[in-house]
């Protein structure tokens, strides 16, 4: 029996551990080599850890799966009548196939703004930003103009979510504490750090009284929120917000994305190979059985982000890493089930909680009936996300350097290792 995954994220990798001792020859495709813990990229975007801090090579972590191989390569296509993978120089036969390739940004129709906003999903874009948001402060130490100082200055973080939370509390704590005494001809505390959002308010996902408690913790920050806005604009000079029928400019050197995500495009290749019978929702996920099958192909699913696999509510579930790591490990179990002639119930997501950090000491928590903030949640994310790293020398490495940054504020990964995206044709300043 072959069984080939695609992609080595969380549920990917999941399902390759938990098949691990199957009598199957199980691949594993991935265009990297290393899984990445994608929670704690935004700390590799400001400085706080190490790429290597939060990622795992592949083979390292599968090494005791004797039947697991890892193939790094960018698969092109499906051709499921046949049951192989395309990639571009070879065709993988399969008898099982689980597709996990997870999610990209999205910017609404506006990918020219993609250039000018960079998203974070990957370690070279968490690099990108680290490179223009230090390299911002640098170029400032040293501007005249005190406009184009101002501007240098300026950060702003489309997108409420967690991601742009933590990483807007975590600039603004850069810029108010780590720089604050490396500079001499700036004062890196002025720096304005600016997060907008088109819901009511932030974190709109969590309890009301979680979303008031983690703006308040981001103004105590510095950081100005803007919630109910949208963006109408992002260009070199910053980005233009529309609210309630009024234009707003903000001037900005550093515009980074945090506002939306849409499906991988091998979700649509993998809908057109499996037939009519089989959608894609308009984020591009693919429409999924209750078991996590496609319509028509029960020897195929798709699992993780790229997915929409129903809550019970008519909604998708969310794309966060327990729903994948659930899913790789159920589809598994199926597997090996079938092997021998038995079946399972249909996927049921368990919410065990989410949460989110805002700065030292300030986090949200939403577990059942638990909603919680402050000093305590902000321990319990740290132990969550530290136990959920793949490798326990990841934990040790990251913990060591958590410790290190709470006594002392440092940043020791504060390295411009590559140089920023050159900005589109230049356009003219804004008056």
Not at 31 to 58: D, K, M, W
Not at 116 to 131: D, H, N, Q, V, Y
Not at 204 to 217: G, T
Request: with cysteine.
């Amino acid at each position: 029996m072959k069984i080939v995954i695609v992609g080595g994220g969380f549920g990917g990798l999941n399902a390759a551990l938990a098949l691990g001792r199957v009598k199957a020859e199980v691949t594993l495709i991935d265009r990297e080599n290393y899984h990445l813990f994608q929670p704690l990229l935004y700390q590799v975007a400001t400085g706080s850890l190490s790429p290597a801090n939060i990622c795992a090579p592949l083979r390292n972590v599968l090494k005791w799966r004797k039947n697991v191989s890892v193939l790094q390569g960018d698969v092109v296509g499906f051709d499921l009548r046949e049951r192989e993978v395309q990639l571009a120089d070879r065709a993988l036969p399969f008898d099982y196939l689980i597709v996990a390739a997870g999610m990209k940004h999205s910017y609404f129709g506006h990918d020219e703004w993609e250039p000018l906003a960079p998203g974070l999903k990957s370690i070279p874009e968490a690099t990108e930003i680290r490179a223009r948001v230090l390299g911002a402060f640098e170029s400032a130490e040293w501007e005249s103009d005190e406009a184009r100082r101002e501007r240098l200055l300026t950060f702003v973080v489309v997108g409420g979510g967690p991601t742009g939370v933590e990483l807007a509390g975590t600039l603004a704590d850069l810029a108010r504490h780590t720089l604050r005494k490396e500079f001499r001809h700036i004062q890196t505390p002025a720096a304005r750090v600016v997060l907008v959002d088109g819901q009511a308010q932030v974190l709109s996902n969590y309890p009301k009284e979680l979303s008031i408690k983690a703006q308040e913790s981001l103004e105590r920050l510095g950081v100005e929120v803007h919630t109910g806005v949208m963006v109408t604009a992002v260009d070199r000079n910053g980005v233009t917000l529309s609210q309630d029928g009024k234009e707003q400019q903000i001037e900005a050197e550093t515009v980074l994305w945090a506002a939306g995500v849409q499906a991988s495009p091998l979700g649509k290749k993998l809908a057109e190979a499996a037939g009519p019978q089989v959608e894609v929702d308009r984020a591009g996920r693919t429409h999924v059985e209750p078991d996590l099958s496609l319509a028509g192909h029960p020897n195929v699913f798709v699992i993780g982000d790229l997915g929409h696999c129903d809550d019970g509510s008519g909604k998708p579930l969310p794309g966060v890493a327990p729903v994948a790591i659930q899913q790789g490990r159920h589809v598994a179990k199926l597997i090996r089930k079938r092997a021998f002639g038995k079946t399972l119930p249909a996927f049921r997501y368990r919410n065990f909680g989410s949460m989110a950090t805002i700065g030292r000491a300030a986090a949200v928590a939403d577990i059942g009936r638990l909603h919680f903030s402050g000093y305590l949640a902000w321990l319990a994310w740290l132990f969550v996300h530290l136990m959920a790293l793949v490798r326990f020398e990841n934990r040790v490495l990251v913990l060591l350097q958590w410790m290190w940054s709470y006594v002392t504020r440092g940043r020791s990964a504060r390295l411009i290792t590559t140089q920023p995206r050159a900005h589109p044709s230049p356009e003219p300043e804004r008056p």
